[in-house]
């Protein structure tokens, strides 16, 4: 099945495009704003990722003839051809034409803080909104996932292990791409090894144990077939016996010139038998060889194992690594934020809500991240038509009342970049392994009451003053239109 396609959409979306071409307003300029409004995870950040994927089909933006096709079978509610001819003619020859800035992958993002901005013909911007959406919100839900793992691994190696439990084919890709971003050292989808060279590593399971008569004759068979790979599953009958067993093969490995990578626990009270089982290899000789631990982990297990003084090595997440465990998806939206008149100045716009969390933001808005003694200090959602001063006073997006100034001598970066102009992609977007150096050296510039896993502190991201007020007159003015 193609995805990299215009199809990839909501109805909704080519009919507002046939509706802005039957208007005249298909050229009219226009800025749009990808963010989400709600921490995932009830965590203190989130990770931007997916941006790579997104450039991909932005690049392939291009209806072909059997899109057109399909579209031409598409009919309203009297039975009759939803869109009309020229309208199909006129999307045929249509290519991409915006420019697009973007949070590079990796970085760590904030409520309310706009990942990507697209800023061109309103019908190529309404067009490409869904995929965006798509792309950008999944693999930025499970880069941030990775990352809480990550944190609460506290340096050991996490593989992400979720193949088989992930939201269908594609989704198990982009779920270990963006798994890697967020911190995974490895992956077990060999596919997404191949597609997007992270490393893949993986052991065996328990119906290679049960295959044989004694487990004794399965390890012995698997470190004859591979003796530079033997991670050994201990627990498909009695787990330290298995890791007995293990150790005396791996003793036999090691006469043979190699030596046993380790053991993977899957089951069972993993602080307990992890413990006992460093006790056997060390008493074996086997110090060197790593505990894996697998079985539903998430972060706040692993965290939980880490207290109770849990000897593992490397942690094997699946499923509620690549799916998001108790949080499906991350919530982003995609907001009209100003159009250009016809006498060329630009007009800022705003949705309204009776939801103040849902009322959006005006005019065509960067973010400005302030840095004070190697310590992310605050983030300022600005204006560029208006600027932004230094320092800044913030504005909390939720409650005006709430404000704070970042400190005088602190250094600042603009967090939204060059992708396209005019259609064309510039400059070189990071490889995937500097996409994830990244997001370890920006959690590194967080304090760290913001990255704890429960209750964390709340980082300072909000309006510039300039900006807040402008917000706070658009809604007086337009409430009642």
Request: proline share 5%; net charge negative.
């Amino acid at each position: 099945m193609q995805t990299n396609t215009p199809l990839l959409t909501d109805l909704y979306q080519l009919t507002m495009a046939a509706g802005y071409w039957k208007a005249g307003h298909a050229r009219q300029e226009a800025v749009f704003h990808l963010f989400f409004r709600r921490l995932p995870f009830a965590g203190g950040y989130a990770v931007a990722a997916g941006l790579a994927d997104a450039v991909e089909w932005l690049k392939g933006f291009k209806f072909e003839a059997g899109d057109l096709e399909y579209l031409a079978t598409l009919q309203g509610r009297d039975q009759r051809p939803l869109f009309e001819p020229g309208f199909l003619d006129y999307l045929g020859g249509l290519h991409w034409e915006c420019d697009v800035d973007a949070v590079p992958e990796g970085t760590v993002v904030f409520p309310h803080e706009p990942l990507l901005r697209v800023r061109g013909p309103v019908i190529q911007g309404q067009l490409a909104e869904t995929a965006l959406l798509n792309i950008i919100n999944f693999q930025t839900l499970i880069a941030t996932k990775a990352a809480r793992v990550c944190e609460a691994a506290a340096g050991d190696e996490v593989m992400e292990f979720g193949l088989r439990r992930a939201q269908g084919p594609f989704g198990a890709v982009m779920a270990s791409r963006a798994a890697f971003i967020g911190g995974a050292t490895s992956t077990s989808n060999v596919l997404a090894g191949r597609v997007h060279g992270i490393p893949v590593r993986g052991t065996h399971a328990h119906s290679w144990v049960m295959s044989f008569d004694t487990e004794q004759e399965a390890f012995a068979a698997y470190a004859e077939a591979l003796p530079n790979n033997c991670i050994f599953l201990v627990d498909t009958f009695d787990t330290l016996q298995g890791v007995r067993h293990a150790a005396e093969i791996g003793l036999r490995l090691r006469a043979a010139g190699h030596e046993m990578v380790g053991i993977r626990l899957d089951s069972g009270d993993l602080a307990w038998l992890s413990i006992e089982a460093r006790r056997i290899l060390d008493e074996a000789g086997l110090d060197k060889a790593v505990i894996v631990a697998s079985n539903d982990l998430d972060e706040h297990l692993i965290e939980s194992l880490k207290h109770q003084g849990a000897r593992i090595n490397v942690w094997g997440v699946g499923t509620q690594m690549v799916t998001g465990g108790d949080q499906p998806a991350l919530g982003g939206v995609y907001k009209l934020g100003a159009v250009r008149k016809t006498d060329g100045t630009w007009q800022s716009k705003i949705k309204i809500s009776e939801q103040s969390a849902k009322t959006s933001n005006p005019g065509i808005q960067q973010v400005r991240r302030f840095t004070f003694n190697g310590e992310f200090r605050g983030d300022a959602i600005y204006d560029e038509l208006h600027g932004c001063g230094d320092p800044v006073e913030i504005v909390h997006p939720a409650d005006p009342t709430r404000l704070k100034t970042t400190p005088e001598g602190a250094t600042h970066e603009d967090l939204l970049q060059p992708v396209f102009r005019a259609g064309e992609l510039v400059g070189r977007l990071p490889t995937l392994v500097e996409s994830q150096r990244r997001c370890r050296e920006q959690l590194r510039h967080l304090h760290p009451t913001i990255k704890r896993l429960l209750h964390p502190h709340e980082y300072p991201a909000g309006l510039e003053h300039g900006l807040a007020q402008q917000k706070a007159r658009m809604i007086q003015e337009n409430r009642h239109l």
